[in-house]
Antibody, heavy 117, light 108 residues
């Protein structure tokens, strides 16, 4: 069974930083792209970032470009999202998802990031 | 960036009825479109990929159709567990991968 477990969310002040992790199991991790998708409270889904299977290519949405960095450690079956210069509008549940063929399946349970003073 | 527009925003139906949800793309995405279901407090779940292929474990009452710019998700006979929010997503022109704004399917 494929499992994705996010961690690292929490309350952070505007301008602060946070690092999210997503531990994967149940599939050959180093063969698949991975993504982060977020959902602000009561809102829809927004793709945030993606990374290819070997970590050589990363992609970012315009709203986070230059502030967020996605990476992966295939020896640990884990992807990361380093978030800097956080803003109130970054408040959301952050999901990681396996991105075979660039659809998102499955998703983790999500981790909540709240940016507030 | 490809914009996906879903309609209606809210659909009120009764169990046993059929449902038709629409997703329109701002430019052609061929058949590179997926549908997801999200229930309150849960992560989204992939239902349909490449416009018409059911994902693993998805009941046959869910079907997808369309190509180019117009797509439809059809639920043939609504079960109580089908009332949720549905999103479409394209992978034709990326980045970014984009989602529609969602259709809420609620019990009438």
């Amino acid at each position: 069974e494929v499992r994705l477990l996010e961690s690292g969310g929490g309350l952070v002040q505007p301008g602060g930083s946070l690092r999210l992790s997503c531990a994967a199991s149940g599939f050959t991790f180093n063969r698949y792209a991975m993504s982060w998708v977020r959902q602000a409270p009561g809102k829809g889904l927004e793709w945030v970032s993606g990374i290819n299977s070997n970590g050589t290519n990363t992609y970012y949405g315009d709203s986070v470009k230059g502030r967020f960095t996605m990476s992966r450690d295939n020896s640990k079956n884990t992807v990361y999202l380093e978030m800097n210069s956080l803003r109130a509008e970054d408040t959301a549940v952050y999901y990681c998802a396996k991105s075979g063929r660039y659809y998102f399946d499955p998703w983790g349970q999500g981790t909540l990031v709240t940016v507030s003073s | 960036e490809i914009v996906l527009t879903q309609s209606p925003a809210t659909l009120s139906l009764s169990p046993g009825e059929g449902a038709t949800l629409s997703c329109r793309a701002s430019q052609s995405v061929s058949t590179y479109l997926a549908w997801y279901q999200q229930k309150p407090g849960q992560a989204p779940r992939l239902l349909i990929y490449d416009a018409s292929n059911r994902a693993t474990g998805i009941p046959a009452r869910f079907s997808g159709s369309g190509s180019g710019t117009n797509f439809t998700l059809t639920i043939s006979s609504l079960e109580p567990e089908d009332f949720a929010v549905y999103y479409c997503q394209q992978r034709s022109n990326w980045p970014p991968w984009t989602f529609g704004q969602g259709t809420k399917l609620e019990i009438k």
